[in-house]
């Protein structure tokens, strides 16, 4: 950890849209018990809204185009930065997969 300062501008990068989410649930979670919310019926389900330009591009890489036989080959951060490691991880394993089957 590292306090910032004006020098170090050229040096930092913005956060991904993943640890924007992660870090404001974490700030959420530190002020408000969301289990218990559920619970007491105050809210039904709670996660964080999307960003519908972001999952548009997602969809015109990964699904339009030549249709999910040809998924983008080699490393793609796009659904990494959007979804986390978890979900990327699924979509590269995928398009591994129908490469492999395609052959």
């Known amino acids: 950890y590292h306090e910032y300062s ?4 050229g040096q930092l990068q ?3 849209d993943v640890d924007l989410i992660r870090i404001v649930m974490r700030v959420l979670g530190e002020h408000l018990n969301f289990r218990e919310l559920e619970q007491q019926k105050v809210i039904s389900r709670y996660f964080p809204a999307a960003k519908h330009e972001r999952i548009l591009e997602l969809h015109v890489k990964w699904v339009c185009g030549m249709g999910l036989l040809w998924c ?3 490393p793609d951060d796009s659904v990494r930065d959007y979804f986390g490691e978890e979900v990327a ?3 590269e394993y995928y398009a591994f997969y129908i490469r492999m089957l395609a052959l």
Not at 6 to 9: S, T
Request: hydrophobic residues 40%; positive net charge.
């Open 6 to 9: 004006k020098r170090m501008h």
């Open 14 to 16: 913005p956060f991904r």
């Open 72 to 74: 983008p080959e080699g």
């Open 89 to 91: 991880f699924f979509f």
